[in-house]
């Protein structure tokens, strides 16, 4: 399992978001939570640092 460390942007976020939202952590989830938000940004940064070639072109619009 991914763990984060106090350093990491992932924990700033999710702190700033928690604190914004008014949704408190408890202390004896901190840790499972601050897991989850660590395989949650691993997993958007496989999407995200993934290249696409130049020359790829974007699907066209589906209308039903």
Same mark, same amino acid.
């Given at each position: ?16 978001? *928690? +604190?914004?939202?008014? =949704? ?9 939570? !601050? /897991? #989850?938000?660590?395989?949650? *940004? +691993?997993?958007?940064? =496989? ?9 790829? !072109? /974007? #699907? ?5």
């Amino acid at each position: 399992m991914t763990t984060a460390t106090e350093d990491d942007p992932t924990l700033t976020y999710l702190h700033a978001a *928690a +604190a914004r939202l008014g =949704l408190p952590i408890r202390p004896e989830h901190r840790a499972e939570v !601050e /897991a #989850a938000a660590a395989v949650l *940004a +691993a997993q958007g940064r =496989l999407v995200t640092d993934f290249a696409l070639p130049e020359d790829i !072109e /974007a #699907a066209p619009r589906f209308t039903p």
